[in-house]
């Protein structure tokens, strides 16, 4: 601080606080902050006359000379105290910037489509894993929830206060009266007439009030750097609601294909079965037509021996399985559980906690699967194929019977070779009505 002739500090001093002035003829000694005079009676100024300090003569221009150095450094610590408050606003508006990003991240959830591919490439597998379902309804309903603009942050309104102080702080800095306002802000303590001094004399030094001047237009910088993050945290709020609203369609769009083909498998599986029994009832008519044409030559064969002399020989019989061949039609369609697998109602229920309600048409109340595709056992063409097989077997065990039986007249009546000869036209007439199931696509659902 400058030094003040003793009765001018008495006079801004306190009451009850005085200080004893010193002989008229000597100055006071030099101490903290400007000082006067050096030691002695007077002094000369490069821009005053030889004078006494507290003197009405005084100058000043002596003021300026004396305290100098100390201006320069006072401004200088002016300045410094004025750059660290630059620095700690600067800071602080950093420090609003970051918290708010840190508030926008946190309003919803980060776009992740490796999490909802996971999803649907095995969902009873993903939703058995504790926190998948909720990372991935975070997906599937993201919205943006955080705040809506820097304005509305409290962080920046504190922030915003501090500076537009500081700026009109450092705009006032440059008139005296502003920095005498400003001394007596920083050392509350101090008589109003040492400030009054102090900011004269800053005031009057070029290089000093230059020093102090710049230290505090830099606060008008913080103006822009506010509007900044003003700037940039509007572009963090609309980028974050693009970033919700994107990343929840494009899971709701996923969940919506791969249930709709979920959906889709299922009742085509229902659709299948539902064919295979059509097709089995309507084609026991054709089957039952066909068994009935084979019990019929069956019969047929068996019932020659009328036709043969009575040596005690006959055809020998063949076996008849198509004599009660009587297939009864389904009644009961299948039902969609009957047709599912085990692995497709743990697929449903792990999409119904996925999305957060029931989704597909399976009753998981009820057992599934079961579902047996009709068959009737019973293929023309192979049964064809052994009654033939026994037909002939039949006719070459008949014939040497009757070789044996007959008695050697018989035989030199030629009776063998009619007996032979009429055998063998009922076995080849049979034979020839076999034969058309060696072509079963001639044969299907034509009746005998």
């Given at each position: 601080?400058?030094?003040?002739?003793?009765?001018?500090?008495?006079?801004?001093?306190?009451?009850?606080?005085?200080t004893?002035?010193?002989?008229?003829?000597?100055?006071?000694?030099?101490?903290?902050?400007?000082?006067g005079?050096?030691?002695?009676?007077?002094?000369?100024?490069a821009?005053?006359?030889?004078?006494?300090?507290?003197?009405?003569?005084?100058?000043?221009?002596?003021?300026?000379?004396?305290?100098?150095?100390?201006?320069?450094?006072?401004?200088?610590?002016?300045?410094?105290?004025?750059?660290?408050?630059?620095?700690?606003l600067?800071?602080g508006?950093?420090?609003?910037s970051?918290?708010f990003?840190?508030?926008?991240?946190?309003?919803?959830?980060?776009?992740?489509?490796?999490?909802?591919?996971?999803?649907?490439?095995?969902?009873?597998?993903?939703?058995?894993?504790?926190?998948?379902?909720?990372?991935?309804?975070?997906?599937?309903?993201?919205?943006?929830?955080?705040?809506?603009?820097?304005?509305?942050?409290?962080?920046?309104?504190?922030?915003?206060?501090?500076?537009?102080?500081?700026?009109?702080?450092?705009?006032?800095?440059?008139?005296?009266?502003?920095?005498?306002?400003?001394?007596?802000?920083?050392?509350?303590?101090?008589?109003?007439?040492?400030?009054?001094?102090?900011?004269?004399?800053?005031?009057?030094?070029?290089?000093?009030?230059?020093?102090?001047?710049?230290?505090?237009?830099?606060?008008?910088?913080?103006?822009?750097?506010?509007?900044n993050?003003?700037?940039?945290?509007?572009?963090?709020?609309?980028?974050?609601?693009?970033?919700?609203?994107?990343?929840?369609?494009?899971?709701?769009?996923?969940?919506q294909?791969?249930?709709?083909?979920?959906?889709?498998?299922?009742?085509?599986?229902?659709?299948?079965?539902q064919?295979?029994?059509?097709?089995y009832?309507?084609g026991?008519?054709?089957?039952?037509?066909?068994?009935?044409?084979?019990?019929s030559?069956?019969?047929?064969?068996?019932?020659?021996?009328?036709?043969?002399?009575?040596?005690?020989?006959?055809?020998?019989?063949i076996?008849?399985p198509?004599?009660?061949?009587?297939?009864?039609?389904?009644?009961?369609?299948?039902?969609?559980?009957?047709?599912?697998?085990?692995?497709?109602?743990?697929?449903?229920?792990?999409?119904?906690?996925?999305?957060?309600?029931?989704?597909?048409?399976?009753?998981?109340?009820?057992?599934?699967?079961?579902?047996?595709?009709?068959?009737?056992?019973?293929?023309?063409?192979?049964?064809?194929?052994?009654?033939?097989?026994?037909?002939?077997?039949s006719?070459?065990n008949?014939?040497?019977?009757?070789?044996?039986?007959l008695?050697?007249?018989?035989?030199?009546?030629d009776?063998y070779?009619?007996?032979?000869?009429?055998?063998?036209?009922?076995?080849?007439?049979?034979?020839?009505?076999?034969?058309?199931?060696?072509?079963?696509d001639?044969?299907?659902?034509?009746?005998?």
């Amino acid at each position: 601080m400058s030094f003040l002739p003793i009765n001018e500090q008495n006079q801004q001093a306190p009451q009850g606080q005085t200080t004893a002035a010193p002989n008229a003829m000597t100055p006071p000694p030099q101490s903290g902050g400007s000082a006067g005079a050096a030691t002695g009676g007077a002094k000369t100024s490069a821009s005053g006359t030889p004078t006494q300090f507290g003197s009405s003569a005084s100058k000043l221009g002596d003021y300026l000379s004396a305290n100098a150095p100390q201006i320069g450094q006072q401004a200088s610590q002016i300045a410094g105290g004025l750059n660290q408050q630059y620095g700690q606003l600067q800071q602080g508006i950093n420090d609003v910037s970051n918290q708010f990003g840190q508030q926008v991240s946190g309003g919803y959830a980060a776009p992740n489509q490796n999490l909802v591919n996971e999803a649907f490439s095995n969902p009873s597998q993903f939703a058995s894993t504790p926190g998948n379902v909720s990372a991935f309804q975070a997906q599937y309903n993201n919205q943006y929830t955080g705040p809506q603009n820097v304005e509305s942050f409290s962080p920046y309104s504190q922030i915003q206060g501090q500076v537009q102080n500081a700026v009109q702080q450092g705009g006032l800095l440059g008139s005296q009266a502003g920095l005498q306002s400003y001394l007596q802000g920083k050392s509350p303590n101090s008589t109003r007439a040492a400030n009054t001094l102090d900011s004269l004399l800053l005031s009057g030094n070029p290089e000093a009030k230059q020093t102090v001047q710049n230290a505090g237009k830099q606060f008008n910088d913080l103006t822009g750097q506010l509007e900044n993050v003003k700037t940039q945290g509007g572009q963090q709020v609309e980028q974050a609601k693009a970033g919700a609203e994107s990343s929840k369609q494009a899971a709701q769009k996923a969940a919506q294909d791969y249930t709709q083909n979920f959906n889709n498998q299922l009742n085509q599986n229902l659709t299948n079965a539902q064919n295979q029994v059509s097709q089995y009832n309507a084609g026991i008519p054709a089957y039952q037509n066909q068994a009935q044409d084979l019990n019929s030559l069956i019969n047929e064969w068996n019932a020659y021996s009328a036709h043969m002399p009575n040596f005690d020989v006959s055809t020998q019989d063949i076996s008849n399985p198509y004599a009660n061949f009587k297939p009864q039609q389904l009644q009961d369609a299948p039902t969609l559980n009957q047709v599912a697998t085990p692995e497709q109602l743990a697929t449903q229920q792990a999409l119904s906690q996925l999305l957060g309600s029931n989704v597909g048409p399976l009753d998981v109340n009820s057992e599934v699967g079961g579902y047996q595709a009709p068959t009737l056992n019973f293929n023309p063409s192979q049964n064809a194929q052994d009654v033939t097989n026994n037909l002939s077997t039949s006719y070459q065990n008949t014939l040497t019977g009757l070789k044996n039986a007959l008695p050697d007249a018989w035989m030199q009546r030629d009776v063998y070779p009619q007996l032979q000869s009429n055998l063998s036209t009922e076995y080849q007439n049979i034979l020839k009505q076999l034969q058309k199931y060696n072509n079963p696509d001639e044969l299907k659902l034509k009746p005998r």
